[in-house]
């Protein structure tokens, strides 16, 4: 079993619609999460941050924690063809700062 | 503007040869990752430092060598030992905060091609 793991898609959306983004780990003492997008190219960008249960929402993004189920999510709303790209999933290990990430989802938003 | 600087953009060798990349920050992070990200996956974590002249080997070690001299500077060495080194390397630092998390930031990436 993957330490975090993400379906890698790709997941098409139409543009205004809701892109979800679902992400679990298997390291049960995780304590921080983490979004980043990426594009074809280039290096990942930080979106969100997430470090207790509940939702964080930030623009049209929201991240969603269940560290009882060991899941965590991104939501997208009114998608953009802008928000076409690749996004990572992380979250940390019980020491230090060392993350670990998922294989991306890929999303494509379509005008 | 701070931020982290990784050089060359695009690097070619060929097979047999050690090859380094470098890694600059001026964000006065304590700090500093080396991943490697091959087509459509994910990123692996090679080495990490989180103190000057202290380095911890991550996840896919073999095969690489890393220093840190100085708070700024990671460089990694790909050394011929290294079975599959064309990839996209990726550099990042953060703040050490101990078992509180900070996010990465990563440089611009340098795409290694050995032929």
């Known amino acids: 079993q993957k330490e975090v793991e993400q379906n890698s898609g790709p997941l098409s959306v139409p543009e205004g619609a809701i892109a979800s983004l679902n992400c679990t780990y298997s390291?049960?003492?995780?304590?921080?999460f983490f979004w980043y997008r990426q594009y074809s190219g280039k290096s990942p960008e930080l979106i969100m941050s997430?470090?207790?249960?509940g939702d964080k929402e930030d623009g049209r993004f929201t991240a969603q924690l269940n560290k009882a189920s060991q899941y965590v999510s991104l939501l997208i709303r009114d998608s953009q063809p802008s928000d076409s790209a690749t996004y990572l999933c992380a979250a940390n290990k019980a020491a230090g700062n060392k993350l670990t990430f998922g294989g991306g989802t890929r999303v494509l938003v379509k005008p | 503007d701070g931020g982290i600087t990784q050089s060359p953009k695009y690097l070619f060798r060929k097979e047999g040869q050690n090859v380094t990349l470098s890694c600059e920050q001026n964000?006065?992070?304590?700090?500093m990752y080396w991943y490697r990200q091959d087509p459509g996956q994910g990123l692996r974590l090679i080495y990490y430092s989180q103190i000057v002249n202290d380095f911890q080997k991550g996840d896919i070690a073999e095969g690489y060598s890393v220093s840190r001299e100085k708070k700024e500077s990671f460089p990694l060495t790909v050394t011929s030992a290294q079975k599959n080194p064309t990839a996209f390397y990726l550099c990042a630092s953060s703040i050490f905060q101990g078992v509180a998390n900070s996010p990465l930031h990563f440089g611009n990436g340098t795409r290694l091609t050995v032929t």
């Open positions: 997430i470090y207790s249960n």
């Open positions: 964000l006065n992070h304590d700090a």
């Open positions: 390291d049960r003492v995780s304590q921080s």
